[in-house]
């Protein structure tokens, strides 16, 4: 049987703000990617999205971000390598104690944002994030994988560095003819249809291709699907997600 990882952001309410319906999807998911407080999420919010999980059996990685609260990770920001990857290596120690508290670990760390998207390309940020892994699992002894986008500089240079990397395909963005994502700034880069949403899915993990947006196909493979916790919606299109799969002899389970 096929299977595939079906993760969500989670954890990226702040104080009396609170962001999507976490509970129930960590009934649908199978992977969380906690927000770490630099881009959403605080303490107390950390700490009950990871006990969340770990009662649901959901994994966790660790959505780490630029420090960017105001604008929600989603502003590059030209920060130097060096503190780049120590406030990596801090918001993954961060999530790494809360999560043991509650009797669970972190498997993976999925940048957010901004962030994930430039280290597709920009060698010194990417290099930065692998560091800061790199240096959590030496000397902690962990297996923390890194996921993100298919061909990114970054996974190379983790592969480099024997550190696990993780593919991810996103239900609920339009992609570029290029496998890029198409920015947040263009019409049509949200999908909002579940029905849509979950025939796209089927046909990339089944097919191992998406439809860009400007019609051509592109070549897809994916260890984990992204459905995003703060689409409106998001709890209908994941479950719209995992039946269809499901109907398609899909299983889902957790990539790390």
């Known amino acids: 049987m096929a299977t595939v990882d079906l993760n969500a952001d989670m ?3 702040f104080g009396s703000w609170k962001m999507g319906d976490d509970e129930s999807l960590l009934g649908i998911v199978t992977s969380a990617n906690v927000a770490c407080g630099f881009h959403a999420g605080d303490a107390v919010v950390m700490g009950g999205t990871c006990k969340a999980a770990a009662e649901h059996g959901v994994c966790i990685g660790a959505h780490v971000s630029y420090r960017d609260l105001a604008g929600f990770g989603r502003n590059f920001i030209d920060v130097d390598p060096g503190r780049l990857r120590d406030e990596v290596i801090y918001q993954l120690s961060a999530l790494r104690g809360i999560a043991a508290i509650h009797g669970a670990s972190v498997r993976y760390v999925k940048p957010h944002g901004a962030l994930y998207n430039t280290i597709v390309h920009h060698e010194a940020q990417a290099k930065a994030v692998v560091d800061a892994i790199g240096a959590v699992n030496s000397a902690t002894g962990a297996d923390v994988a890194i996921l ?15 550190i696990r990397t993780l593919r991810e395909a996103f239900a609920d963005r339009a992609y570029n003819p290029d496998g890029t994502l198409v920015s947040r700034r263009q019409e049509g880069s949200v999908l909002h249809d579940p029905d849509e949403v979950a025939e796209r899915v089927v046909a990339l993990v089944t097919q191992g291709s998406v439809t860009a947006i400007d019609g051509t196909e592109v070549a897809i493979k994916a260890d984990s699907v992204c459905v995003h916790g703060d689409t409106p919606g998001a709890v209908a299109m994941a479950t719209a997600v995992r039946d269809r799969l499901a109907a398609a002899g899909v299983e889902l389970r957790a990539a790390a």
């Not at 190379?156 to 560095?161: P, Y």
Request: proline share 6%.
């Open 11 to 13: 954890g990226e309410s």
């Open 148 to 162: 993100g986008l298919p061909g990114a500089f970054v996974l190379d240079l983790a592969e480099q560095q024997g």
